[in-house]
DNA sequence: TTGAAAGCGCTAACAC
DNA sequence: GTGTTAGCGCTTTCAA
């Protein structure tokens, strides 16, 4: 059962072939008459383009490669949902490849990627292979690093720095008055990392260094893990004041498993989480956070993307820092106003 | 500045371009020599195959469609998980398009999905326009629709009785001597519908009928919106003894919004959610709920579309039900051993 | 507005 | 084991 092809349908409507490629990429440019013809005939045959041949003729495969680590983690979903909205309105397919927290899947991810000729890649994450950064150098397309900020930038890079926002976090809960205060967290990304650093210098700064307490265990971050985490944290022995969690996943569970302790949350041991998720104003006590900006990260890569495909000129490298925002609720001790 | 191509690698090996397809193709046909040397060139040049010549040449793509609604929610992206293990594992690309719950949209992604020439088609739900099922039907490859069960499926069919999930549920809430039962929902979309006919099905059964209490926003399902939920119903003056949650998101964000008023659970309101999500057997309290069978849904439609795609001969038509099971915790009353 | 010719970069089929 | 030839199904370029 041979497919159907374009020369099926130009040999049915009685056309040569380029005037059915015609009708189907710039039906103006062809006569209504002719237009009406091709139409009935695709219909009759229920042809469908084969774009690898189209990808082939026009070398342009109007793809975009995005990577991601994983899709358990909802803030990559509401990022490559705002990444959807904007290409596939331009008319772009997105292709979505998983590096699972690994630059060497990274690596691996970005030559498949080039193997289908994207016109560009977005990257969620700074931290790449020596290979992998020689190939998207070389690449020349265009290429937007997000979620952090790089000290060096292969073209284009939009996010924040996890660094102050981990210090900021910190900070909150020192201002709070608290002095014993744990960082939890499982797989330590870099992202992760970032933010760890952020809470050592600031513990650091206001002399607390010595009162760190680090739990760290190999999963990645779930509410089970921060239930985990904060049970492990507490039968061997240690009683922070506060705690601040990789992300709001990680707090929930360590407020679940508070809660079934009987430790009371903020009483007994604040709590700040980070990325500020759904159900964190929602949670009771309704949780502090660190809001971060995923929707506009993906947005704002799109636009940048469509952007470079569309100058011909070559962009001097750039970055956007999209910042970040401390959100304080009950679980720190702050009074919430009551808001929908 | 020309992309390098097969035979510019072909001409600097000093070979001929069919041996530098074989080196990367069946490396075993070609003699060590030639290997090293063709090796070497593509080093060198930085060669990377274009996979949509290759497609068009070998009419073969490697490449696997698969439909989900959306990825905010995390069963999809548990089965997803799934898919691509098996799939990617076996040399397939897996090319992911949402229908956001839409019909419509689910037409276009079959229709791009075909454009592409996959070569097997994974789909979530077995609800679709006419000519989405026409489109499916004529394809001539294999199709896999999943998470329900279909009285007319189109090829395979692995998934579950929403409806019957639905009724055990709710037969587990009046097991527990609860006759006042509301379901909570936001959006409907045809799974969640099953369970809810489910539910009204084990109501009469139990001369319950006339105590159900529905309520129902057009929202994606998420721990704010069984908060919202619990409020409005709350506050409407609406008490039931027990509710049953279109899913763990809602019934979480339905127990916090409890704590937050003060209602007890399970002493004021029994809650059961539904698909066993991670975090709800370290909910406090934890919370009862319907398991599914996500991940071994994924694994299964792609081992069942690879024995398609390496056996010529069509397979019947066949059916697989995963099953589900009822989780009891203490959110509907039920002590818990404790376990890890 | 329409068409003819050539070719995108690769591989199948067949020869040697 | 290696090469030659002839496409895969579309689009580009140029001509009419």
Redesign the pocket.
Known sequence: MR?I???DVANLAG?????V??V??KPD???E??RRRVNAAIQELGYV??IA??R?????THAIGVIVPTLYNVIFAEYLFALHEVLVGAGFQVIVVNSRYSEQEEENAIKVLLGQRVEAIIIAGVHHTQLAHQLLTRAHLPVVETFELSPDPIDLNIGMLQDRAGQAATQHLIDRGFSRIAFLAGNLDHRSQSRFDGYRLAMQEADLENLEIVTQRPRHSSVALGSDLLAFMHERGDHPEAIFCTDDNVALGAMQECRKRGIRVPDDIAIIGFHDLEFSACASPSLSSIMTRRFETGKLAAEKVLAALNSTSRQTPNQIDLGFEVIARESTGVTVAVSS
Do not use: C, H
Request: proline share 7%; no cysteine.
């Open positions: 497919r092809t374009l020369d056309v040569s072939p380029i005037t490629s015609r189907l990429r440019a062809v006569s008459a002719l383009p084969n041949a189209s082939l003729a026009s070398s342009r």
